[in-house]
Structure formats: structure tokens, C-alpha cells
């Protein structure tokens, strides 16, 4: 690797670890054509082994995350276009990840699977259609199994990523017409992560604060308010807005 593009890619690196969305956005510009552009790229992607070797250069795995974070916020495409999208990136993504250990693409399994809830959201509130969460759902699922199946060292392995896929999964499964625990099953697996230091407190948080709600649902009141009460006390006391919605 040249060393513009070493310096780039470390910068990129040093950027998303440290959340930095100033650096992140200096260094991917990002138009409503380019992202156009970039969505279908994404979706006409039919050749595994072509996107495995794509999302696994660092330079584009970066991107593909910072992508994820914009567009997720942003509606250049329907709600309904856009969440089949990203239920095909996903599922490109899961065979990437089994196929391959690099570290690169778990930094971008959590983007894709915050990114797929928030826009499965959207396309239910266009189209009333609860089928776009059990979609979710199942890529979620997928995702999830691959991570907990990394039998690899804790600190390089893809079950970092496990936690906060299964918070979504929890997240997501409360709104599919099936039983509360049709998905949830593999979620709780994640329980025994918690205590891992190589998984990120806001995870953990989010994890615990769906679990006590998916508690909730199958009326286990007294585990729903362990977690719960272990969720308010780990969100950052300057986290005012997560606070309220976890004593709600």
C-alpha cells in the first residue's frame, strides 16, 4: 500500500474508532449522486466473491460504513427501495463474514444492522406492511449467528459485534406477527457477552435495555426490571434523552 493511502486509511481507522464525524465526513464527501451511485452498486452485486473481495479492502469497507451512517439519515431513495437494499447488503455481507476474519468487516456488520432497523422502520410507516420487519429480522438472525459461531481470540473476534446485533434483533422481533421468542432465542445467547470488556458499553446498554422489554412482552416483570434498572445505571448520566426512554 502507497503511503497517501496508508495515511488515509489510518486516518479513516483512527476516525471511526474515536466516532469522529468531522474527520469521517472530510474524508468521504458524499452528493446525492454518489450515494445514488453507491446504492446501486450495493444492489446489483450478484457475485459473491467479487463483493467479499470488495468489502474486505479496508479503504472500502470504510466507506461502505460511512455510506451506511449517511444514508441511513438521509432519503434519497424510497423507503421501501432502500430497505431492499440493504436487506441484499446484508445478506452479501453474512456470506462475506463467514467466509472471511477480518476485522474490517466487523466494524461494518453493526453499521448494516442499525442501518436495516432504522430503515425497516421507515418502510412500515410507509407502507403498513409489518413483513419489512420480519425481513429484517431473518438478516439479522443470520448476522448473528455467524458472529456467535467465531470460536477466535475475544479481542479480534466477531462475536465484539454480537451483542449489539442481537439488540437490534430483540428490537425488531418485538414488531414481526411471530412469537416473542421466534427470533429471540438466539439473541439471549448474547447474555453471556455482557461481561466481555471487548464489547462497547453503548451495546451494552442497548442490548440489556431490549432485553428487559422483550422480558416485558412475555410478562417476566422481575427479570424485565433487572435489566432495565442495569441498562439506566450503565447509559452516561449525560445521556438525558436514552435515560427518559429506558423509565418509560
Not at 495515511?7 to 445514488?36: I, Q, R, W, Y
Not at 448476522?143 to 465484539?160: C, F, Y
Not at 442497548?206 to 427479570?223: E, K, P, Q, T
Request: aromatic share 10%; glycine share 4%; with cysteine.
Amino acid at each position: 500500500m502507497n503511503p497517501v493511502l496508508q495515511a488515509f486509511v489510518t486516518s479513516a481507522n483512527h476516525a471511526f474508532t474515536h466516532e469522529d464525524g468531522a474527520t469521517l465526513g472530510k474524508l468521504f464527501v458524499f452528493t446525492p449522486s454518489t450515494v445514488s451511485e453507491l446504492s446501486r452498486r450495493i444492489s446489483a452485486s450478484d457475485d459473491f466473491d467479487q463483493y467479499t473481495s470488495y468489502i474486505t479492502d479496508p479503504v472500502h469497507a470504510q466507506t461502505t460504513h460511512v455510506y451506511l451512517t449517511y444514508v441511513r439519515d438521509s432519503q434519497f431513495v424510497s423507503a421501501e427501495t432502500g430497505h431492499g437494499q440493504l436487506c441484499r447488503l446484508a445478506e452479501l455481507l453474512t456470506v462475506a463474514l463467514t467466509a472471511a476474519n477480518n476485522g474490517w468487516l466487523v466494524q461494518v456488520v453493526r453499521a448494516v444492522a442499525l442501518a436495516l432497523c432504522v430503515q425497516a422502520q421507515w418502510a412500515f410507516a410507509s407502507t403498513g406492511d409489518a413483513a419489512v420487519y420480519t425481513q429484517t429480522a431473518t438478516r439479522l438472525l443470520q448476522l448473528l449467528i455467524v458472529a456467535l459461531g467465531d470460536t477466535g481470540p475475544e479481542n479480534t473476534s466477531k462475536k465484539r459485534v454480537a451483542v449489539a446485533v442481537a439488540g437490534l434483533l430483540l428490537r425488531v422481533s418485538l414488531r414481526t406477527s411471530a412469537a416473542p421468542g421466534a427470533y429471540a432465542g438466539k439473541a439471549l445467547e448474547a447474555r453471556s457477552l455482557l461481561d466481555s470488556s471487548s464489547v462497547a458499553r453503548r451495546d451494552k446498554v442497548s442490548f440489556m435495555y431490549w432485553l428487559g422489554r422483550y422480558y416485558l412482552v412475555c410478562y417476566n416483570i422481575d427479570a424485565a426490571r433487572i435489566q432495565l434498572d442495569r441498562a439506566f445505571s450503565m447509559c452516561p448520566a449525560w445521556h438525558y434523552h436514552n435515560k427518559r426512554i429506558i423509565l418509560r
